[in-house]
């Protein structure tokens, strides 16, 4: 009798085990996500890349922006680590919340190609830099301001507004998200006096 209690005992805890199994897959399951928007904001330099033009800016609530100041920013080596600055730039990102293939480890930053560039539909080209494909990091998720910062492969940030409560309360600090994004570029870059 202890022979058929053990005996039917194994199934029934699978059976028990396995929908709690299934049901965290399809529990953690994130549909991909799309946006693009103009970014209005005044912050604080905290990085200047003068070889690239590369600014890192903390806005007033905490979230980091890596943008490109591109030829066309007037007075760029009159701004300096700590200068308030007020700047408008366009962001464009798709986030895919997946595990990243082998290629895409090995290649973590990829800049896609001009005829991927042109289904995304956006402003003028002077608006946005390159579109590129990386592996990113969530860093920071601030739940009070519905923001996350993600940190690319290169050491850049980048802050995400996030509209979608259920969403944010998914992620985590750590989670790695497959983003394809335009690179930030300053429309306008202005140092506040």
């Known amino acids: 009798m202890k022979t058929i209690t053990k005996n039917w005992l194994y199934p029934i805890m699978f059976f028990l085990m396995a929908p709690l199994g299934f049901a965290q ?31 890192t800016v903390i806005g007033a609530s905490g979230e980091l922006h890596t943008i490109h100041a591109g030829e066309d920013v007037e007075r760029f080596d009159d701004i300096e680590v700590g200068d308030v600055v007020t700047l408008e730039f366009y962001k464009y990102f798709k986030a895919e919340f997946r595990k990243p293939t082998a290629k895409e480890v090995a290649e973590p930053l990829v800049v896609l190609a001009e005829a991927e560039k042109a ?19 969530i860093q920071v998720i601030n739940l009070p301001f519905m923001y996350v910062n993600v940190q690319g492969p290169n050491g850049n940030f980048i802050s995400i507004h996030m509209e979608d409560n259920e ?9 790695v998200v497959i983003m394809t994004y335009a690179e930030a570029v300053a429309i306008s870059l202005t140092k506040v006096e």
């Open 25 to 55: 897959d399809n529990g953690t399951k994130i549909e991909d996500k799309e946006k693009f928007e103009l970014v209005k904001l005044q912050g604080t330099i905290t990085e200047i890349n003068k070889e690239t033009r590369d600014v």
């Open 119 to 137: 289904d995304l539909k956006m402003k003028p080209g002077a608006a946005v830099g390159a579109v590129v494909k990386a592996v990113v990091t």
């Open 167 to 175: 969403l944010i309360q998914k992620l985590h600090v750590g989670q």
